[in-house]
């Protein structure tokens, strides 16, 4: 593995305590997986969402999930680019070293790093049909996202805050984009189930990322494998997804609006 | 359910003065309220509305300005009958209380990028105050020009504004429907002005405020800005402390794991700090490894926790030789707006006593490890080192808690660590202005006084360590 030079090294190998307390750790595990089961498939958990609390980026987000999942999005533009041509949306997410439950992750590493460039990519494909690009030719949008803590749903709620920075920021969207995570049980009959925590998406056998543009009615990104079923149990999930969106669609609009109206009301600087 | 309270509070509003402090006339200018040309006191009258005759021979009193639509009564002089210059006694701190911009006609959002403080607060929930403040600052009905008080809207006390100041504006519906709640509608020439002079001649800009001791945002030279802290937010980390200084957000998570000890000390465990500036804090950080200032900055943490032995790195081994402690201190920083390392020290700090490590024992038959997720002990922290970074402006001036605009500004910087007894751990001046042994003397009074204050803050919120 290359040294990574620019940061403080530690030990070359280090394992999480948690390994070493393998044995009652599983005991606890399969406690959760029972009381799992009891919870209603349907139920959204409560949703955070807060814009404009960053003062050095043009808009910003943060949504924090009822599971625990942090996320934190600033989001700038237009800002001129070299190329030609429609405007771009540049999206970068990161995971805070802390934000994992087992291991500390290594920032520098190319899992890490390959991993993080899939969630950007599959960001961007969400949040492109939402903005108006076509009004900012030769223009780069920036959208930046941060997670700080993963509580399952990690890429769901970094969808929403994406979206929601991107207003803040006033960059011309058609819609903001919603997304909302489902993950289904190893358990031979189990159905589909929304916003799943962490330890549920860990067992999953099969995980599904949908983005939503509820006011349009438009799937902007559909991300997901595993083994699902028949496509009618695909089907199903898609529209629990779609259902889930819906509902979180007015918290995001109200945190929006009453960033504006802060905003307003706070003393020019 | 709000685990990151502090993060989502309002970020901290800039009272900036959108008009200058400008230099005292070089001679008395006639005030607005008589025609030009005519002499002295006498000639006007009381500032009364237009139409009502005053002594006789005063002009009638013009518009009193842009926007006042009903006549007013001139508002009762409260000051004593002397100079109405007699409200300059005032101190600057209520003036800066009372200060809010006037129009709020193209407010750049963040631009001024100073961190507010509590005054900027308290001038936003009490209007009435800025109000009477105003009423009373307005010349009563002196007309010669002298350097009346500054109203609503005017930066520190002393230097008088260009242009004379308007009574006070009883807020009203403006035409774009939004409610001027006490704020001074002037013909926006003064705000453009200033905000021009700002972006032309910052420096300039700054050296006016610097020369009434204090700053753009109102605060004095050796004030802090306000700061928070909100501890045990991120429950995947074994200890983590978000810090607020003012705009500048500083998040600390710390996990713990097990490792071999190096063999040439195997007897010591390891701490890891590693600072990132990632692209969402500042607009000059690019995504990718991190830059120079992280390194330097994580380079600096470690000098700290290794000078000020805050943790005593043979605390962290568990069997000599075999086993020892990691701390993995991951320091990010989410909004960057100046005084990168107090803020980072400080939620350093606040990690580590935040910090619950399970119980490890090795098992003598096997040789194993064995971990108990259900017991869990504090960290032992030895020493609470607290940093205090100062700003050196034209050589001599020293600030603290600079901004980053005011870092942009600066000469030099320095940042001084003391810890509890009042004793020196570390004094970091890379490069700059030189400073006498006095100035350096004045930063390390000061710097203790800091510490007193943090540690205020720390035994509040965590009492236990």
């Known amino acids: ?269 | 359910m709000l685990c990151l309270g502090a993060l989502c509070q309002v970020r901290h509003p800039t009272p900036c003065r959108n008009t200058l402090p400008a230099q005292p006339p070089a001679q008395a200018q006639p005030c607005r309220l008589c025609r030009p040309g005519r002499a002295g006191p006498a000639a006007c009258g009381t500032a009364g509305p237009p139409g009502r005759a005053g002594t006789p021979g005063s002009a009638p009193a013009p518009r009193l300005g842009a926007g006042i639509e009903r006549p007013r009564p001139p508002p009762p002089p409260r000051s004593p009958p002397g100079p109405p210059c007699a409200a300059l006694t005032r101190t600057r701190r209520k003036a800066a209380r009372a200060a809010s911009a006037s129009a709020a006609a193209g407010r750049d959002r963040g631009s001024d990028g100073s961190g507010g403080s509590a005054i900027a607060r308290g001038s936003r929930g009490a209007p009435a105050r800025r109000d009477s403040d105003a009423e009373a600052a307005a010349p009563p009905a002196r007309c010669r020009w002298e350097p009346p008080a500054p109203p609503s809207g005017q930066g520190p006390a002393a230097p008088p504004p260009l242009w004379p100041p308007l009574p006070p504006v009883r807020p009203r519906r403006l035409p774009g429907g939004q409610a001027a709640r006490g704020r001074h509608i002037r013909g926006g020439d003064g705000t453009a002005m200033a905000a021009a002079f700002k972006t032309v001649e910052p420096l300039e800009y700054y050296r006016r405020f610097l020369k009434e001791n204090c700053r753009p945002d109102g605060r004095e030279l050796g004030e802090f800005r306000t700061t928070t802290v909100n501890i045990g937010s991120i429950t995947t980390a074994d200890g983590s402390a978000l810090v607020k200084l003012g705009n500048t957000t500083v998040i600390c998570g710390i996990k713990a794991e097990l490792a071999a000890p190096a063999v040439d000390s195997a007897n010591k465990g390891y701490i890891v700090p590693n600072v990132e500036l990632p692209s969402l804090c500042a607009e000059r950080f690019r995504s990718g490894p991190p830059g120079e200032e992280a390194q330097a900055a994580s380079q600096y943490i470690a000098d700290v926790i290794e000078n000020s032995q805050m943790i005593v790195k043979e605390d962290l081994c568990i069997a000599n030789g075999k086993l020892a402690w990691v701390l993995y201190c991951d320091i990010i920083c989410l909004d960057y707006d100046g005084n990168l390392l107090d803020a980072s020290v400080f939620a350093l700090l606040a990690a580590l006593k935040n910090v619950q490590l399970p119980l490890v024992t090795i098992n003598e038959e096997t040789g194993l490890s064995e971990v108990n997720l259900k017991q869990k002990n504090p960290l032992i922290i030895r020493k609470h080192p607290v940093a205090t970074s100062f700003a050196v402006f034209d050589d001599t001036l020293l600030i603290v808690d600079p901004t980053a605009e005011e870092e942009d500004l600066a000469t030099g910087t320095v940042t001084i660590v003391t810890d509890e007894e009042g004793r020196l751990c570390s004094v970091h001046k890379p490069g700059g202005s030189p400073l006498t042994g006095a100035k350096l003397q004045d930063c390390i009074t000061r710097a203790i006084t800091r510490h007193k204050e943090v540690k205020k803050l720390i035994d509040k919120w965590l009492p236990e360590c």
């Open chain 1, 1 to 269: 593995m290359p040294l990574d030079h620019r940061r403080l090294r530690g030990p070359e190998e280090s394992q999480p305590p948690t390994l070493w307390a393998a044995a009652a750790a599983e005991d606890e595990e399969d406690e959760e997986g029972a009381g799992a089961a009891a919870r209603d498939p349907c139920a959204l958990r409560p949703l955070f969402a807060r814009a404009g609390l960053l003062s050095q980026a043009q808009g910003s987000a943060y949504v924090e999930l009822g599971s625990g999942t942090k996320v934190l999005c600033a989001a700038w533009g237009p800002r001129e680019a070299a190329e030609p041509g429609p405007g771009r949306l540049i999206c970068e997410f990161r995971r805070a070293p802390f934000a994992g439950r087992g291991a500390r992750g290594r920032p520098g590493a190319a899992a890490e790093r390959e991993a993080e460039r899939e969630a950007a990519a599959a960001l961007r494909e969400a949040l492109e049909p939402a903005v108006r690009l076509g009004r900012y030719p030769r223009a780069r949008l920036a959208v930046s996202a941060l997670l700080l803590q993963d509580g399952g749903s990690a890429l769901a709620a970094a969808v929403s805050a994406a979206a929601l920075a991107l207003a803040d920021a006033g960059v011309e969207m058609y819609d903001l984009a919603v997304g909302c995570a489902l993950c289904r049980p190893p358990a031979p009959a189990a159905s589909w189930m929304l916003q799943p925590a962490e330890p549920e998406e860990r067992r999953a056998a099969a995980r599904l990322t949908l983005a939503l543009l509820p006011a349009l009615n438009q799937v902007s990104a559909v991300l997901g494998g595993g083994r699902g079923g028949p496509p009618e149990d695909w089907a199903q999930a898609l529209r629990l997804g779609l259902d889930g969106c819906h509902r979180q669609y007015p918290v995001l609009r109200q945190s929006l609006l009453r960033a504006a109206q802060r905003r307003r009301s706070t003393p020019p600087s």
